[in-house]
């Protein structure tokens, strides 16, 4: 943080050396604009112009190419036209150069006030927090998940609106088996950055394996909801097909499992959902075939609580590089 504002401060320089350079060029400015009113000729120039105007205006009359009539409407004009050239307003004294001085460095501090408000409202200083906890926590080798929880858990203190906050405390807890907790992360989370189909998808999965794999009414109304924004959410489908195969609906099981496997992006995951397919397909031959370990594992509750305490540290370094 020491170093970010560090480099703000001289970032701001800059536009604060331009805020003050009028200063440095006012006393020659002020000079010039002197110089130029007192040696101001532009009266005697418009008189002089009148004169030759209107000399030939009577060298034209005299000539007998204009009448009477029409020499006085042109004299009149040239009058009018000089009167409008040479009228004096009264021109305000040149104030002195030193004048308005206190102003420039006022509006470059309310300048910097601003920024530094702008940045505070918008800027990423949390997440730059967040980011300096999650570096001191992986390089504290003696760190466990009760050390990595309370440390973000301060951060949740500190800046309650920061969603990157309860993403990072939301698998924390869910793989120490902190289950209640993580789901008021996520929670959280979904209030901050609004109902996003993976989001909900990640409730609902978590709140299936706690009612035991049962699709209770909470968990299918999430199930519902992601599937309207996303019909093609790979964690949503694969809950749905471990649901279908523990149903004994192998063939269900085996069309979520297929369009889950359309989409994700995860080897491993990608070839537990394969090792399930196998396993329906092998079921809809022979009932005594279990479903594969590796498929639910990445789902299953009490695979979470048996994860070693080092994990944290993985789950908060991918967290934060994501």
Known sequence: MTLLWIAMALLMLPAIACLLAPLRSARTLYAELHAFEANDTAAEQNLAIFKRRLASLNAAFERGEIDAEQRAEGQLELERSLLEDTTTHAVRPLKSPRAG????????????AISLFWYMEEGAEGDLALYSVQQALLDDATA????YIARIEEQAMLQPDNPNVWAMLFPLYRDTGHEAQAINALERLIALEG??????????????FMAGRELTRDVQDLVDETLVQDPRQPTVLGLLGIHAFDAGDYEAAID???????????PPMAESLREGIRAAQERLKSPETELPDGLAAPLNEENRENRSEDNAAEVVSDRVSE
Not at 101 to 112: K, Q, S
Not at 144 to 147: N, S, Y
């Open 101 to 112: 001085r206190l102003a420039v460095p006022l509006i470059a501090l309310g300048v910097t």
């Open 144 to 147: 466990t998940a009760v050390t």
């Open 195 to 208: 109902r996003l189909p993976e989001l909900l998808a990640q409730l609902a999965q978590i709140r299936f």
């Open 256 to 266: 979520h499992w297929r369009r889950a496997l359309a989409t994700i992006n995860d």
